[in-house]
């Protein structure tokens, strides 16, 4: 099967095609601007190390997804049976630019659908748990109303009532995936667990701002094993949640590797509830992942674990990054 992963290069697009080339044959484009927008140090030779090692052997194509011509030439050469739309901004970086968060996550998807995707017979789109915006049920199924409060939840729910009404006019399969807290080594947009990791190892120290905060974390396999699903079987539900189905918050989770590197633990007060935009969350429902059988299998000590060793196979001897891990001049 042809599957394109478009905004691939990231945490779980470059999980998911490693997932998937074995079996199919894949095309991974992304704008690599997340990448080359982080700050040189150990999480970048990371994730640069990543990205070359899990998509070895896959057609990487530079695309912006807001270029209306390359993207129209990648879909008429590969022309793809699946298309999994993963392109994003982070939430932090959906406030800080709107209009941007806007074109990538809502109007390009349009785009592309209304040209007619073309004659993909499904699409799969990384959706969010941050379009339910403020958690009122606990744990949150995905009848539960989409009430979001920030850029990021309003543009990934806009994002599903797009591909909903295309699907519904053009008749092909849509899926829209609701992932939660995705963490896992290599991660191109530095995020806690990553910058968390990296500190604890290299300076013995995890820092927690807003220890308070509640997630449901999920390991970047579990997810790319989830999308993979969506993507694969043969009746998958419209919608379903992506996580492992616990509420835990960021102070378990600098606990946690703290625990499994020896650092010290400091605890930075919290703000995220006088902002008015960052939804209180929880758990997931994760009945609809279990019947399809891609439910996350990682709790957070398991998943935190799993970080220690997929990193470890990332350093190994004699790369660019493991250098760079130990202190080291290239």
């Known amino acids: 099967m042809r599957i394109w992963i478009v905004g691939g290069a990231g945490l779980i697009g470059s999980h998911l095609a490693q997932r998937l080339r074995p079996h199919h044959e894949v095309l991974v484009s992304d704008s690599f601007r997340a990448l080359r927008s982080m700050a040189p140090g150990p999480c970048r030779?990371?994730?640069?190390?990543?990205?070359?090692?899990?998509?070895?052997?896959?057609d990487v194509?530079?695309?912006?997804?807001?270029?209306?011509?390359?993207?129209?030439?990648?879909?008429?050469?590969?022309r793809p049976e699946v298309v999994v739309w993963l392109a994003a901004l982070l939430a932090s970086e959906s406030r800080q630019a709107p209009a941007e968060a806007q074109e990538v996550q809502v109007d390009a998807l349009a785009r592309f659908l209304a040209e007619g995707r073309p004659?993909?017979?499904?699409?799969?789109?990384?959706?969010?748990?941050?379009a339910y915006g403020h958690f009122t049920v606990h744990p949150t199924p995905?009848?539960?109303?989409?009430?979001?409060?920030?850029?990021?939840?309003r543009t990934k729910a806009q994002a599903?009532?797009?591909l909903a009404a295309a699907a519904a006019a053009d008749g092909f399969e849509h899926v829209a995936v609701r992932p939660s807290a995705v963490l896992g080594p290599g991660d191109p947009r530095a995020r806690f667990g990553c910058v968390a990791m990296e500190t604890a190892l290299r300076d013995g120290l995890v820092t927690v701002a807003e220890p308070d905060f509640i997630s449901d974390f999920t390991y970047v396999s579990d997810a790319a094993d989830g999308f993979a699903a969506a993507a694969e079987?043969?009746?998958p539900p419209d919608v379903f949640n992506l996580a492992y189905g616990e509420a835990r918050t960021n102070e378990d989770l600098g606990r946690t590797i703290a625990a499994h590197t020896g650092a010290r633990l400091e605890l930075l007060p919290s703000t995220w509830r006088s902002t008015g935009y960052v939804p209180s969350r929880g758990a997931l429902d994760v009945t609809r992942a279990r019947q399809l059988g891609c439910a996350p299998r990682l709790g957070l000590d398991a998943a935190v674990a799993a970080f220690l060793r997929d990193r470890?196979?990332?350093?190994?001897?004699?790369?660019?990054?493991?250098?760079?891990?130990r202190g080291e001049a290239s």
């Open 233 to 235: 079987r043969a009746d």
């Open 119 to 130: 004659g993909a017979r499904r699409v799969v789109l990384a959706s969010s748990s941050y």
């Open 45 to 58: 030779d990371l994730a640069e190390r990543a990205r070359e090692t899990r998509l070895a052997g896959v």
């Open 160 to 162: 599903e009532r797009v």
């Open 61 to 78: 194509r530079e695309i912006d997804v807001r270029d209306t011509t390359a993207m129209g030439r990648a879909a008429h050469t590969f």
């Open 312 to 325: 470890r196979h990332l350093l190994q001897p004699g790369t660019a990054a493991a250098r760079a891990a």
């Open 142 to 153: 995905e009848t539960a109303p989409l009430a979001p409060v920030d850029v990021y939840g």
